[in-house]
């Protein structure tokens, strides 16, 4: 009798068969031949979903889930006073949004107004109705779900030099900080966007409460190094750089370090916005008086023709080229940057922020989008997971589904100065992220780009500028055939300012 070894790959035991006069052992070896039956699809996503909102550094996710007020609010108040937003049923809306994206990014992905529809909206003169505003967000949701769905967005990704991102993202975060200081600094009326007369030093939204919020979150938060994230998700990480002590700790850099974990297990965005609502209730005590309990009645919005031509043209054209340099191309770069182990591809934001207008815009929720800003200040302050932008979805569900379009009034007694201590923040991360631009050539055309973008208020003025002078000057340096070379590689690897 002859003994055949055999491996079985389903088996966990050997086990014996016999065929004919033969006696084979069949062995298993896991290690090289896998299991014929691999682990069900659903538990990848469930592992992954857990994976996407676990929270990574505790009390630093809630804070950073904060940053991106400070562009939120304002927008908010103003659509609600001037174009009568439904605010309750745009909390419930962007709250869902927030939770979603949360679950299937994996990072602190905003969820903020379409600035250029809204500005649209309460400019001066022949205000946007309500139908007008959603079929203006319509609009742009179908064009970016149309480019996203097709591969289109992942191509204009590819092909738009670094210097030109950097461009865009540097004017944006300027154009949010020289908004914050207007905010700080002078009286506000947001149902009109306007700014009014200086702002007085004392009161209870007064300049010294807002400097003394500005001072606290920079001696909590410091300029926005990774030592803060090493600290909070390592207790036994290594002293930051700032802090020069040898590898065994000295007790002057154990006090420091300690002293550290101090400071940033302290929620600087959490605690200002719990200030600015106990002196917004504080400077109308009867507010509270006069609030209803439950949710805005949902309502379907009907669009006329006019509304669909008004929309598209005042309020969409303007705003489609910033969707796609500022919510889709701008933030999908920040994204690689900050979360470089998360993938964020741009056909994947541009197919989200088409879903959620085409769903919400039909029942009156705010047009939203993805924006560079937002994530740059939710990442400021701490956020570094879905679960961040997930626990602020919870916040604004259980907000609009309570209080509904009632929280307005204590909204509009928030301190303005507050908000603008927020943005402020954000615009400055986003501007940091050009930090990166080391020749005098990528410089020169970022900057460039930044100085057109800021003087015609029009980012794809700016855009449209750059990318000329960035051709123009490869064209110097390289030549005309090389240029039409690394034109063609574009389209199978790469961005251009790698190829070149």
């Known amino acids: 009798m002859s003994l055949e070894i055999q491996q079985n790959p389903l088996g966990s035991d050997a086990n014996f ?68 937003l439904d605010l309750g049923t745009t909390l419930i809306f962007t709250g869902v949004y927030n939770i979603i994206t949360g679950l299937f990014f994996g990072v602190p992905m905003p969820v903020q107004p379409m600035k250029s529809i809204a500005a649209v909206a309460i400019s001066e003169g022949k205000h946007l109705t309500i139908p007008q505003i959603m079929a203006a967000g319509i609009c742009t949701a179908g064009t970016l ?64 409460l807002a400097l003394i919020c500005l001072c606290f979150i920079v001696l909590v938060n410091g300029s926005g190094d990774d030592s803060r994230q090493r600290i909070e998700e390592n207790p036994n990480a290594s002293i930051p750089s700032s802090v020069a002590a040898p590898r065994k700790y000295t007790p002057d850099a154990r006090k420091s370090l300690w002293n550290l974990r101090i400071l940033y297990a302290l ?37 006329s023709r006019h509304d669909w031509k008004t929309g598209f043209v005042r309020a969409a054209i303007p705003q489609i080229p910033l969707s796609i340099l500022n919510s889709v191309i701008a933030v999908c770069k920040l994204s690689s940057d900050l979360f470089p182990d998360k993938e964020v591809t741009a056909t994947s934001v541009s197919v989200s922020v088409g879903i959620m207008n085409l769903v919400g815009c039909w029942f009156g929720a705010m047009p939203v989008c993805h924006g560079a800003g937002g994530l740059a200040g939710q990442y400021k ?31 509009t007694e928030f301190p303005i100065g507050l908000l603008g201590v927020l943005l402020l923040f954000s615009g400055i991360e986003l501007a940091m992220a050009c930090r990166d631009m080391n020749s005098k050539l990528d410089s020169f055309v970022m900057l460039m780009c930044t100085a057109v973008s800021l003087t015609g208020s029009s980012a794809a003025l700016g855009f449209g500028f750059g990318i000329v002078l960035y051709v123009i000057l490869r064209f110097r340096k390289k030549g005309f055939s090389d240029c039409i070379n690394i034109f063609r590689a574009l389209f199978n690897r790469g961005k251009l300012s790698d190829e070149i």
Request: charged residues 15%; without cysteine.
């Open 17 to 84: 068969q016999e065929s004919g006069g033969n006696k084979q052992i069949l062995v298993q070896n896991d290690s090289e031949h896998p299991s014929e039956f691999p682990e069900p699809s659903y538990r990848k996503f469930w592992e992954r979903f857990k994976s996407n909102l676990r929270f990574r550094a505790r009390w630093a996710e809630v804070n950073g889930s904060l940053g991106d007020l400070g562009t939120f609010i304002p927008i908010v108040i103003a659509l609600t006073l001037v174009n009568g």
């Open 145 to 208: 779900l149309g480019l996203g769905v097709t591969g289109l967005m992942g191509l204009i990704y590819r092909i738009i030099p670094l210097p030109v991102i950097r461009g865009v993202q540097l004017s944006q975060g300027l154009s949010f900080a020289f908004t914050a200081v207007k905010y700080i600094r002078n009286n506000q009326d947001l149902a009109k966007n306007k700014s009014g007369n200086a702002r007085p030093w004392l009161g209870l939204d007064g300049l010294l």
């Open 267 to 303: 929620p600087s965005a959490l605690f200002v916005l719990f200030l600015g609502i106990l002196f917004a209730i504080l400077r109308k005590p009867s507010v509270l008086r006069h609030l209803k309990l439950g949710p805005s009645k949902p309502q379907l919005i009907r669009i």
């Open 381 to 411: 302050f701490g956020a570094r997971s879905g679960a961040s932008v997930a626990f602020l979805g919870t916040g604004k569900l259980v907000l609009g589904l309570i209080l509904g379009s009632q929280l307005v009034k204590i909204l």
